[in-house]
């Protein structure tokens, strides 16, 4: 009798303290869902914040130059420049002081304001899993990385191709579309210098993470620019809710405004049809949206694919929704909503 009752007791304190979590999670979602607008870029009053990856490399240097582009700084858009000090031995061009400098100069040019930053490889880490860290410290709307980059690996220097295999992405890539609880703009080596009138195609499919990637776009444009909308379907010839897209496109009048479902032909995948229409228009920004990244599913096919075999630099929007739930938990919320005041 003693034995059951210790363990009736231990059932009721286990129970207890699963009735208190759930009542924690609750009151979290209550908190979440009163601040997911803060938190997001769908809030139209707050400024955007840009992490752009740094290694000192010229791809680097076209990454900046795309934040830049991206950025609007008259209504407050702030860039963080990202650099990994690397533990190793490397040559003195990838020092983090000349790196900083280097990129200031960017900066005075384009006449930006930008904030460095700058973590130390740890010696149980990759590259690629300081640069993480330093965006979630950070807390960036987005970060834009290179196709390829300079990275230390032993004793020897080597450039990392965007592809390191056909089908697959390089690391640092993977990774960002994985794990990192942001959006990320991958800038191309192949990408089009961007000139005053730009071009955008947005490839939806009417999800939640690709109507933020819509809403990002009416943040984004200007007078002269073009969007097009497509949703590629190999059975659907109409669809209804691309209404609301066509809408609010009409209320920018300085911007050329094409919605349109594109049949996929025999033989071709949504993915090819995607990518054939975004270089026959000689799209500057290919975006899209993404949803699940953290669910360890297997992202999906057609973002992988946009990811990877665009020739333009791509947007890949992660739905804002969990963003925000995966970066608030109770340890850390009185953290996080001073740092979005």
């Given at each position: 009798w003693n034995a059951m009752g210790k363990t009736k007791q231990r059932h009721a304190e286990t129970l207890a303290r699963a009735i208190e979590k759930m009542k924690l999670m609750s009151d979290l979602g209550k908190e979440i869902s009163a601040f997911e607008k803060t938190a997001s870029f769908l809030d139209e009053n707050r400024p955007l914040r840009y992490g752009v990856g740094f290694d000192g490399s010229r791809l680097s240097e076209k990454c900046f130059q795309v934040c830049c582009n991206m950025a609007d700084q008259d209504r407050g858009d702030r860039i963080y420049v990202l650099h990994v000090e690397t533990n190793k031995d490397v040559p003195a061009?990838?020092?983090?002081?000349?790196?900083?400098?280097?990129?200031?100069?960017l900066a005075d040019k384009a006449g930006v304001k930008?904030?460095?930053?700058?973590?130390?490889?740890?010696?149980?880490?990759?590259?690629c899993t300081s640069l993480m860290r330093l965006v979630e410290k950070?807390?960036?709307?987005?970060?834009?990385?290179?196709?390829?980059?300079?990275?230390?690996?032993?004793?020897?220097?080597?450039?990392?191709n965007f592809l390191k295999e056909k089908g697959t992405l390089s690391q640092t890539s993977d990774e960002s579309l994985r794990s990192a609880d942001t959006s990320v703009v991958l800038v191309k080596t192949t990408a089009f210098k961007l000139a005053e009138s730009r071009r955008f195609v947005l490839a939806t499919d009417n999800s939640s993470a690709a109507k933020s990637a819509f809403a990002l776009i009416l943040r984004m444009v200007r007078d002269g620019d073009i969007v097009h909308v497509i949703y590629a379907s190999a059975t659907v010839k109409q669809a209804s809710w691309l209404g609301m897209?066509?809408?609010e496109l009409g209320k920018l009048p300085g911007v050329q405004g094409k919605v349109e479902v594109l049949q996929v032909p025999n033989g071709l995948s949504v993915l090819d049809t995607i990518t054939k229409f975004s270089k026959e228009v000689e799209a500057d920004f290919?975006?899209?949206g993404i949803a699940d990244y953290k669910t360890g599913k297997p992202l999906g096919s057609v973002s992988m694919g946009i990811a990877r075999d665009t020739r333009c630099t791509t947007i890949l929007i992660k739905d804002?929704?969990?963003v925000t739930e995966h970066r608030i938990s109770k340890s850390n919320l009185e953290k996080y909503l001073a740092n979005a005041a």
């Open positions: 061009a990838l020092e983090a002081e000349r790196r900083q400098k280097q990129v200031q100069l930008i904030t460095w930053y700058k973590a130390t490889q740890q010696e149980d880490e990759s590259i950070v807390q960036v709307d987005f970060v834009i990385l290179g196709c390829y980059g300079l990275t230390a690996e032993g004793d020897q220097v080597e450039m990392n897209y066509e809408e290919l975006v899209t804002p929704h969990e």
